[in-house]
C-alpha cells in the first residue's frame, strides 16, 4: 500500500505568482503540512502550497517573496534548510 505523503491545496492563482521551493525539516505527519499550509495562506489566501513529507518538500505558489514564505514556516517551528 503506499502511503501517500504528498499534499496540495490550491487556491485561484494570480498569473504573476511565483513558484518557491523549500527543503523544511521537522515535518513528519498531516498536522505539520496542515500547520504550514494555513501559515502561508495566513501570510497569502491565494497561495498555492504543497507539502511532500519524504522529500522534505514544501512548493509554495505565491506573490510574497520568499523570505516572507520562510520566516512564516519558520514560526511554526519548522527549520527551512534552503
Ligand atoms: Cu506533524
Redesign the pocket.
Known amino acids: 500500500m503506499m502511503k501517500r505523503s504528498i499534499y496540495s491545496s490550491n487556491a485561484m492563482k494570480p498569473s504573476n505568482a511565483m513558484k518557491h521551493i523549500f527543503t523544511v525539516t521537522g515535518?513528519?505527519?498531516?498536522?505539520?503540512?496542515?500547520?504550514i499550509t494555513q501559515a502561508v495562506r495566513a501570510l497569502d489566501p491565494q497561495a498555492t502550497v504543497q507539502v511532500d513529507l519524504d522529500a522534505q518538500r514544501v512548493e509554495v505558489e505565491s506573490q510574497q517573496p520568499r523570505t516572507a514564505l520562510a520566516d512564516v514556516i519558520r514560526d511554526e517551528g519548522y527549520t527551512v534548510v534552503d
Do not use: D, N, P, Y
Request: hydrophobic share 35%; glycine share 12%; net charge positive.
Open positions: 515535518m513528519s505527519c498531516g498536522h505539520c503540512v496542515r500547520a
